[in-house]
Nanobody, 115 residues
Framework: QVQLVESGGGLVQPGGSLRLSCVAS????????MSWYRQVPGKERELIAS????????YYADSVKGRFTISRGNARNMVYLQMNSLKPGDTGVFYC????????WGQGTQVTVSS
């Protein structure tokens, strides 16, 4: 059974940091591109960051470049998103995504940036 389980979301003040984690199971993790998406009410999910299957290549949305860092640990089937200098506009539900032969999604974790 395929599972992607996110954790690490919460409420943080502007300028603060959070680290999201996603643990994967049920598929060949190391063969998949892993990504984080964000969704806010009334809008489509937005790609925030991606990392290649062996971790050599990354992509970031312009809005998070220089503030967010995606990483992965293939030995532990984990992908992370370190988020620094958070802004209120970063608020949303963050989803872990696995892209390859098939596409898998986690259930999402809420991130709220507010004073």
């Amino acid at each position: 059974q395929v599972q992607l389980v996110e954790s690490g979301g919460g409420l943080v003040q502007p300028g603060g940091s959070l680290r999201l984690s996603c643990v994967a199971s049920g598929f060949t993790f190391r063969a998949y591109i892993m990504s984080w998406y964000r969704q806010v009410p009334g809008k489509e999910r937005e790609l925030i960051a991606s990392i290649s299957s062996i971790g050599g290549g990354t992509y970031y949305a312009d809005s998070v470049k220089g503030r967010f860092t995606i990483s992965r640990g293939n030995a532990r089937n984990m992908v992370y998103l370190q988020m620094n200098s958070l802004k209120p506009g970063d608020t949303g539900v963050f989803y872990c995504n696995a892209g390859g032969l098939q596409t898998y999604w986690g259930q999402g974790t809420q991130v709220t940036v507010s004073s």
